[in-house]
């Protein structure tokens, strides 16, 4: 039977954790790209989708071309981090269906259904833009993600090749300057945003 994290492991991920503006000057490795991905790949998504497509920015030349691509208070940010990731969704998802979720033909759920299929992904790459954060900070690293950006600059300037690829968010990636943070903002008690029937 599974067993409650304990407190260090819960401040690590969810309670003193935050979301990051500056890195240290500290390197981050291919092999902690993996297994991020190697965590963040078993959260549940819907019928095992799985449709996020990951494009990690590690060059300076990925890094300016994304940058380009951000609001202006994000550029920086995206300069500076060690590395920064694309997660994008993969609209055509329901093609991998047969082998990810071998239990039904999940694949037919989706093949007329443009709106439903869109919806999904959507939905289901946006969980696993959760999962990433998680991970991330399961394995000692910080991120900083982010909507402040241009999707269709983006989608053009990383993923005109993969037109079935569409970018949902953006995150940095690295060890966490606490310089670099504001204080954190309110997180309202149960009874403000909870009810129980």
């Not at 900070?137 to 950006?149: C, E, H, K």
């Not at 037109?163 to 968010?169: A, E, H, I």
């Amino acid at each position: 039977m599974s067993q409650p994290l304990d407190d260090a492991a819960l401040d690590q991920i969810f309670r003193t954790a935050r979301s990051y503006n500056g890195y240290l000057d500290k390197p981050v490795s291919i092999e902690q790209l993996h297994a991020i991905w190697d965590l963040m790949k078993m959260g549940p998504t819907s019928a095992n989708q799985l449709p996020a497509r990951l494009i990690w920015c590690t060059s300076a030349e990925a890094k300016e071309k994304l940058a380009g691509c951000v609001s202006p208070g994000n550029a920086a940010k995206v300069r500076a981090a060690p590395v920064s990731v694309i997660i994008a969704m993969d609209t055509q998802f329901h093609e991998q269906l047969p082998w990810l979720f071998p239990h039904a033909d999940a694949r037919a759920w989706f093949v007329e259904n443009q709106p439903l299929r869109e919806r999904s992904a959507f939905l289901n790459t946006t969980l696993q833009g959760a999962y990433f954060i998680v991970a991330t900070r399961a394995l000692g690293l910080d991120t900083g993600p982010m909507t402040g950006f241009n999707p269709a600059a983006v989608d053009e300037a990383f993923l005109a090749d993969t037109p079935d690829l569409k970018s949902v968010l953006l995150s940095t990636l690295g060890y966490g300057d606490p310089a670099s943070i504001f204080a954190r903002s309110p997180r309202p008690d149960f009874a403000t945003f909870n009810s129980i029937t």
